[in-house]
């Protein structure tokens, strides 16, 4: 299926600038001048979709404990933004609602990052497609659904068929192309620390999207596009789109 997609994807919004995967994160990458987003989303333990990244609270809130393990009402309260700087205190952890809401506010589209919880990641996919369907509007672009998970992107399928996914690989393995073939896939993640040239050609020459995080460096970037790498994701998006667009 047809996927477009800039050659620079803001790598949870624009953590360098605001604390990651929030709001404020979203608002700063489209300042810089992002077009895309990419964020991640998880559950609470009462099953609430909200953009997190990290299985524990205590990296990026106020919090303590396992997100998995702590209801909604508990996480709509927490603090995100104070660890990063006072200026951001009482930035919350967003739902994938508010999320959505915002990125079609702002003309982002995004790649949304299903996390691996394990045993609910059918359960995760299927719910947040399901949302992300309702709201998403039909004249943005539409966004790109990915998942170090076979089963999330698997029942992500299920529920929006046309709606291109992607599997993210550490290390692209030997099966990539049956991972393709099962699960209709319109592109690859790869992590650009051990891709090579050659699994880039593979991977086009396929008739595949390649993007490749998370790529904090001009030479690098330049490197990757220069393989056929079609989009990086990044952390210094305003860098990224100063010198190569978008």
Do not use: C
């Not at 209801?71 to 951001?88: M, N, Y």
């Not at 529920?159 to 319109?186: G, H, N, S």
């Amino acid at each position: 299926m047809s996927l477009k997609i800039p050659k620079i994807i803001a790598h949870r919004g624009s953590p360098r600038e605001a604390p990651e995967n929030t709001l404020a994160s979203f608002r700063r990458a489209k300042a810089a001048g992002a077009t895309w987003v990419e964020f991640d989303v998880a559950l609470t333990r009462d099953a609430r979709p909200v953009v997190f990244h990290d299985d524990a609270l205590d990296r990026t809130s106020d919090g303590q404990g396992l997100l998995a393990e702590t209801d909604f009402e508990i996480v709509k309260h927490l603090d995100a933004g104070t660890w990063f700087g006072p200026q951001f205190a009482g930035e919350p952890i967003p739902t994938l609602e508010e999320t959505l809401e915002l990125l079609a506010e702002l003309g982002l589209s995004f790649n949304m990052e299903i996390k691996t919880d394990p045993g609910r990641e059918a359960e995760l996919a299927k719910l947040v497609l399901l949302i992300a369907r309702d709201i998403w509007p039909e004249m943005l672009p539409t966004p790109l659904i990915s998942s170090f998970s076979r089963i999330a992107v698997a029942a992500a399928r299920e529920v929006a068929p046309d709606w291109p996914m992607d599997v993210i690989y550490d290390r692209i393995p030997a099966e990539w192309k049956d991972d393709a073939k099962t699960l209709d896939l319109a592109a690859i993640g790869a992590n650009h620390k051990h891709l090579t040239r050659e699994q880039v050609m593979d991977i086009r020459g396929f008739g595949l999207k390649l993007s490749s995080y998370t790529v904090n460096e001009i030479e690098r970037a330049d490197l990757l596009f220069q393989w056929g790498v079609d989009a990086i994701f990044t952390d210094v998006p305003g860098d990224m789109v100063r010198h190569f667009g978008n």
